[in-house]
């Protein structure tokens, strides 16, 4: 499977702001997606992700409330939404496609990844 990820750019702090990871050549709801972010000179972390039954998401502890991920099977397509971000959420934000149902939230358990969309947050 082929995913792309979309729907970065440049906001305020505060702002809300949708990001997409559609998939090509595989059926996404088959897959559990995880998001994950890096930050210049920083380490990509884990986000949050959908597990492939979509009866439950992991959660970074540091980004919950404000972050949330939906699944639109009729789209193949897995977003994340993201409200009142902050000048630190700025990062290249990263979808991920896994048929694991262990640790979501760790890189190894996924097999493919997206190039990565670029969120800047201004303050």
């Known amino acids: 499977v082929q995913l792309q990820a979309s729907g970065g750019g440049l906001v305020q702090a505060g702002d809300s702001l949708r990001l997409s990871c559609a998939a090509s050549g595989g059926t996404l709801s088959t897959y559990s997606v995880g998001w994950f972010r890096q930050a210049p000179g920083k380490e990509r972390e884990f986000v949050t992700a959908?597990?492939?039954?979509?009866?439950?998401?992991y959660d970074a502890e540091s980004m919950m409330g404000r972050f949330t991920i939906s699944r639109r099977n009729a789209k193949n397509t897995v977003y994340l939404h993201m409200y009142n971000l902050k000048p630190e959420d700025s990062a290249v934000y990263f979808c991920?496609?896994?048929?694991?149902?262990?640790?979501?939230?760790?890189?190894?358990?996924?097999?493919?990844w997206g190039q990565g969309t670029e969120v800047t947050v201004s303050s």
């Open positions: 959908l597990h492939w039954g979509g009866f439950s998401t």
């Open positions: 991920a496609a896994s048929h694991s149902s262990d640790d979501l939230a760790l890189e190894d358990e996924y097999e493919y």
